[in-house]
């Protein structure tokens, strides 16, 4: 690594500052703004039932499935009023942690 790529400009809170940068700040994941009308797995799991449909209009806290993870059932439920626009996963599929389940629209 040359000289100039280990620093790199931080703005912190008005102010710019140089700092040494790491192989793991490097390779990092870029930060991903939360969506709440896409619907993600928060563990990894089996999905027990789907209990909406493709076009349906749900209101906040409405129970769109049921994931099992650890031999417990998870009701995952709409964060915000909406129309089911995608229902990416179906009864029976396991599921991994972050993976889409439900867009809405």
């Known amino acids: ?3 100039q790529q280990q620093f790199c400009e931080i703005a912190l809170e008005g102010g710019t500052y140089e700092a040494r940068a ?5 390779q990092r ?3 991903e703004k939360h969506d709440p ?5 928060l563990i990894p799991g089996v999905v027990a039932e789907v209990g909406t449909q493709v076009g349906k209009t749900v209101q906040k806290g409405e129970t ?6 650890m031999k417990m059932l998870n009701r995952i439920k709409a964060p915000v009023d909406g129309t089911v626009k995608a229902i990416n996963v ?3 599929e396991k599921v991994t942690k972050g993976q ?5 629209a």
């Open 1 to 3: 690594m040359s000289e």
């Open 22 to 26: 790491t192989k793991k700040f490097l």
């Open 29 to 31: 994941k870029p930060y």
């Open 37 to 41: 009308r896409v619907i993600k797995a």
């Open 64 to 69: 769109l499935m049921i994931l099992e993870a």
């Open 90 to 92: 179906a009864a029976a």
């Open 100 to 104: 889409v389940l439900i867009e809405l």
